[in-house]
């Protein structure tokens, strides 16, 4: 067989969204899958949309995330430059090719006749597809009018009658109407390649076998296949992916909070964990299994297992996903993606780095992403503490005063403030109030941290110091 090979090929338009990522991600396994290569690609031949930075962006994130090319503009390999700007001198020799074919031409029209057609189109109410003014002239009158100097494009002649069919590996046959093609321009009067040409002829040159992307270009693809018959060349197995939404089923973008993986991995969320969930979105394997490692994930990604329904991006489930890779980090590393929001929110100055490092081991199980640290320890940083409906009513209930009371008492004559001490405060209040269980333990950690729910009862007051601890008791 053939070796495969895939690539992803952003275009540097801004931070990498996790759609885009999750397209790299599918084409970096259905590479190894196979056995084959990744390649990536830098289609940045629209230089007014190019943003400064986004090139870097699309490094970084493949590399955080394991998504190592094969070839690719840093590594180099025997198909580049991988940097379509790098390569305008094979488009321009492609696309003069194909007007010496016989397969497309030299076209003069001015912007202002080009205006003029499109604004009898819209007045028409009909779609406005260029008039093939240009398509007949003779090599003298093109020659001539390259010798007046005046500006040409190239168009492909494309087929007017007829229909287009072609086969998606997600979702299936796809049949389009020859008759709403235009004459595509293929090359700018300034030299540039449009996008779909510059496309069409680097999957080609660097000999891709899988094309794997967004289903938003589903219907470019049979303008791609008019070229690849043009040149007589061999088309690649096209993979669309079924588009990333929201809950509302309305297409992931900027709007959406964390939707740049950069966020993400910013507010603590860690690469192998998104890589994972990003995985889950639009494939399934053939088991319930829902946790991969990279490596896992190249053994069982089948891509004939991708399926064509919107794959809704769900926060919930990315947490769920997050929070398994977080119970798995060593204490350092969960210091790692905490520490520097905490700083950031909170003034540390009379904290140890030890008292630090207890608060955050404690939440380890508690967090799903690093920055959530903040969150759940705010009661160790505000002066008071209220108490929701819940609180108040489970206070109000059975023991829960005289327990508070009898621990405040405990409590408040450690000499020494160690767990150990704590726990013994918490074993005399047991004795004394006579209550076990949810009806011990609930009143103190209500009065102490204003949550029904928490870390170990002991750690928490223990952090919180005897002052804190007294001072909310006695209220
Ligand atoms: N440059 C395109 C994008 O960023 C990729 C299209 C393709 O993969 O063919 O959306």
Redesign the pocket.
Known sequence: MMEVRTRF???PTGFMHVG?LR?AIFAYLIAKHYNGKFILRI?DTDQTRKVEGAIDFIYNTCNLCGLIPDEGPSNGGAYGPYIQSERLHLYQEYAHKLVEMGQAYYCFCTEERLEELRAKAEANKVPFLYDRHCKNLSKEEIEQKINNGEKYVIRQIMPKTGLSVYNDLVYGEMTFENKLLEDQILLKSDGYPTYNFA?VIDDHLMDITH?I??NE?LTSTPKYNHLYDAFGWEKPIYIHLPMVVDYDLKKLSKRHGAASFMDLYNNGYLPEAVVNYLSLLGWSPETTEEIFSLEELIKVFDPSRINKAPAVYDVKKLNWVNSHYIKKLSLDELVKITLPHLKETYDLSDKSNEWIRHLIEIYHNHISYGKEIVEVTDLFFKKDITLDEECLEFMNTGDSRKVVNSFYNHVKNITDWTIENIVDSINKTKEEAGVKGKNLYMPIRIMVSGQMHGPELPDTIYLLGRDAVTDRLSK
């Open positions: 090929a952003p275009s885009n397209s289609e496309n094309v992307r967004g270009y």
